[in-house]
Nanobody
Framework: QVQVVESGGGLVQTGGSLRLSCSVS????????MGWFRQAPGKEREGVSF????????YYADSVKGRFTISRDNAKNTLYLQMNSLKPEDTGMYYC???????????????WGQGTQVTVSS
């Protein structure tokens, strides 16, 4: 059974930082691209960042470029999202996803976590 478990969310002030983690079990981690989606109340879900199985290729939404960094540790089956210079518009539920490749994962992830809440106060 595949399990995708996010952690690291919380409440932070504008300009602060958080690091999200995503622990995965039940699949061969380095066979999968990984990534993060987010969704704020009343807004559409947004693909935030994605990383290839090797970590050599990454994608960032324009809204987070230069502030967020995605990384993975294949030895630990763990994905990370370092979020710096946080803004109130970064508030939302952040979901970790696994997918077949860097293109497919952005439209059709294979697995989803339950999400971790990030709230940025102004």
């Amino acid at each position: 059974q595949v399990q995708v478990v996010e952690s690291g969310g919380g409440l932070v002030q504008t300009g602060g930082s958080l690091r999200l983690s995503c622990s995965v079990s039940g699949l061969t981690f380095d066979d999968y691209a990984m990534g993060w989606f987010r969704q704020a109340p009343g807004k559409e879900r947004e693909g935030v960042s994605f990383i290839s199985w090797s970590g050599r290729s990454t994608y960032y939404a324009d809204s987070v470029k230069g502030r967020f960094t995605i990384s993975r540790d294949n030895a630990k089956n763990t994905l990370y999202l370092q979020m710096n210079s946080l803004k109130p518009e970064d508030t939302g539920m952040y979901y970790c996803v696994a997918g077949l490749d860097l293109t497919t994962i952005q439209d059709l992830p294979s697995y989803w976590g339950q999400g971790t809440q990030v709230t940025v106060s102004s």
